[in-house]
């Protein structure tokens, strides 16, 4: 799922936040301009990809984008589009409103890798409604929708033409903005929804068949939080970079605010859930009831923190050209979380800020790179898989466990399960005639079955523990080349 982020536009109203005059005046404009100017260069307004002007109460903000892909240093000519505009109002000592009512089609013509790429991209029914108020609780608040977001691409190559087909409809984000409780930094929420998304890929080669691939969504929902940003120390030190983008960054000023951004925001996480996935290719056709993600990871703190998930159920694959016995063993849900925990990260970003080479090229010195190990692995990292399982037909396995490497000695613990492995065998026995990877398959999992012991249950159970290199199954030790 992805996350939108809050538009450049939004974040500078807390560049632009004393209190400006109404109606609208050359002084606010040119209050505005050095506003965008400290975050994106003067270029920007000299060159006019950025234009601010008075409208009544509104000053209203376009961007030029043909000018800003000449000001990056490309051909103008390999995207037009016309100007996308909105309206900044003051409202208050201090506080905002933006608007913006349509976003311009985007035409393309450009090389790529393969060829040359053209087509368009639009936004149809496209809304952005954005409010700064430092008085209020939530001093951000933006809200996008679009009905359509199309996009069709076409990149031809020698080889091969390749025809893209992308819609995306109902697209909806909220997000809200507040002050971290101790004032340690923002703590930022974001909620976006989908109604169905479609996609369609058609590749031909040159003199031969066209071959199709298409996926579709029935909907999609994701939210993100993210606590304690250091809002304002990075907006600084990326104002700071910019305004010595020609500079070699280095000196006290450049670490100082560096580190006063430290560490960066406390947690991030995101997590979405898509349903009704659907892939239809020439070998068949894939269908899923739900895909479920999250992930989250911390700042440069200690100690640090990292997580992955996964989540799918109602899995199905159609083809006609798998064998009978394929679907029952392919997987019909997954679940698999891991989180991994740490000291030393904040450690680790002081050694690389305080390291000469880092400073001067962004490489790290040898030396450097050893504390920074030592660093973390002093921290006694950690990992810990949380209870998951893996179906199918006629495979039902669970697993869980945690390791860490306290005092650098790596130890855990993991148990793995399993109902429906005699039948898993006897599958794997229907394919082993034409298949050498089956028959590797029924070598490995009869050696598996050699080692489990009986649960409560009726279930197949493995407990794999090790300590440095010694590792064991249900106690008895494997060997490990040592």
Same mark, same amino acid.
């Given at each position: 799922m992805r996350v939108r982020p809050l538009?450049?536009?939004?974040?500078?109203?807390?560049?632009?936040?004393?209190?400006?005059?109404?109606?609208?005046?050359?002084? *606010?404009?040119?209050?505005?301009? $050095?506003?965008?100017? &400290?975050? @994106?260069? =003067? !270029?920007?307004?000299?060159?006019? /990809?950025?234009?601010?002007?008075?409208?009544g109460d509104d000053y209203v903000v376009a961007w030029d984008l043909e000018k800003g892909i000449a000001l990056l240093g490309a051909d103008p000519g390999m995207a037009k589009a016309a100007r996308f505009s909105y309206r900044l109002t003051p409202t208050a000592d201090g506080a905002w409103r933006l608007l913006a009512d349509a976003f311009p089609t985007l035409t393309?013509?450009?090389?790529?890798?393969?060829?040359?790429?053209?087509?368009?991209?639009?936004?149809?029914?496209? *809304?952005?409604?954005?409010?700064? $108020?430092?008085?209020? &609780?939530? @001093?951000? =608040? !933006?809200?996008?929708?679009?009905? /359509?977001?199309?996009?069709?691409?076409?990149?031809?190559?020698?080889?091969?033409?390749?025809d893209t087909d992308f819609a995306e409809t109902g697209v909806a984000a909220e997000t809200r903005a507040k002050s971290a409780s101790g004032g340690g930094g923002v703590d930022v929420a974001s909620v976006q929804h989908i109604a169905s998304l479609t996609e369609t890929i058609v590749a031909t080669p040159t003199g031969g068949s066209p071959q199709a691939l298409t996926y579709s969504i029935g909907s999609g929902v994701g939210e993100a939080t993210l606590?304690?940003?250091?809002?304002?120390?990075?907006?600084?030190?990326?104002?700071?970079?910019?305004?010595?983008?020609?500079?070699?960054?280095?000196?006290?000023?450049?670490?100082?605010?560096?580190?006063?951004?430290?560490?960066?925001?406390?947690?991030?996480?995101?997590?979405?859930?898509?349903?009704?996935?659907?892939?239809?290719?020439?070998?068949?056709?894939?269908?899923?009831?739900?895909?479920?993600?999250?992930?989250?990871?911390?700042?440069?703190?200690?100690?640090?923190?990292?997580?992955?998930?996964?989540?799918?159920?109602?899995?199905?694959?159609?083809?006609p050209q798998a064998p009978a016995f394929a679907a029952k063993l392919t997987p019909a849900s997954f679940s698999f979380d891991v989180k991994a925990s740490g000291g030393g990260l904040d450690k680790a970003a002081e050694i690389a800020l305080n390291d000469p080479s880092f400073a001067a090229n962004g490489d790290l010195s040898p030396e450097a790179q050893d504390e920074i190990d030592a660093a973390l692995l002093a921290g006694d990292p950690k990992l810990i898989l949380a209870p998951g399982r893996l179906t199918t037909p006629a495979l039902d396995l669970a697993y869980e466990g945690e390791a860490s490497a306290v005092g650098g000695?790596?130890?855990?613990?993991?148990?793995?399960?399993?109902?429906?492995?005699?039948?898993?065998?006897?599958?794997?026995?229907?394919?082993?005639?034409?298949?050498?990877?089956?028959?590797?398959?029924?070598?490995?999992?009869?050696?598996?079955?050699?080692?489990?012991?009986?649960?409560?249950?009726?279930?197949?159970?493995w407990i794999v523990e090790f300590d440095g290199t010694d590792v064991t199954v249900n106690g008895s030790p494997l060997p490990t080349g040592k």
């Open positions: 538009r450049p536009a939004l974040v500078l109203f807390v560049a632009v936040s004393p209190a400006f005059a109404s109606p609208a005046t050359p002084d *606010g404009v040119r209050q505005l301009e $050095d506003a965008y100017a &400290a975050y @994106f260069t =003067r !270029a920007v307004i000299d060159k006019g /990809v950025v234009t601010v002007t008075p409208d393309i013509d450009a090389p790529a890798d393969a060829g040359r790429m053209t087509g368009t991209f639009e936004l149809r029914g496209f *809304g952005l409604q954005g409010a700064y $108020d430092p008085a209020e &609780a939530d @001093f951000l =608040r !933006a809200t996008l929708g679009v009905d /359509v977001a199309h996009a069709k691409f076409k990149v031809a190559g020698a080889d091969q033409t390749a606590s304690g940003l250091r809002a304002a120390e990075i907006a600084d030190l990326w104002k700071y970079v910019v305004a010595h983008a020609d500079d070699t960054l280095t000196g006290h000023d450049f670490g100082d605010k560096l580190r006063a951004a430290l560490p960066l925001w406390k947690d991030v996480k995101a997590v979405g859930k898509l349903t009704d996935v659907v892939m239809k290719a020439p070998f068949g056709q894939a269908k899923l009831s739900s895909l479920g993600e999250t992930i989250g990871f911390s700042g440069l703190t200690a100690p640090a923190t990292a997580e992955f998930g996964i989540d799918l159920e109602g899995l199905t694959i159609d083809s000695a790596p130890h855990g613990r993991f148990t793995v399960s399993a109902d429906g492995l005699d039948k898993a065998l006897a599958l794997l026995q229907e394919a082993a005639g034409t298949d050498p990877e089956a028959e590797a398959a029924i070598l490995s999992l009869t050696y598996a079955k050699g080692l489990a012991k009986a649960g409560p249950d009726g279930r197949l159970v």
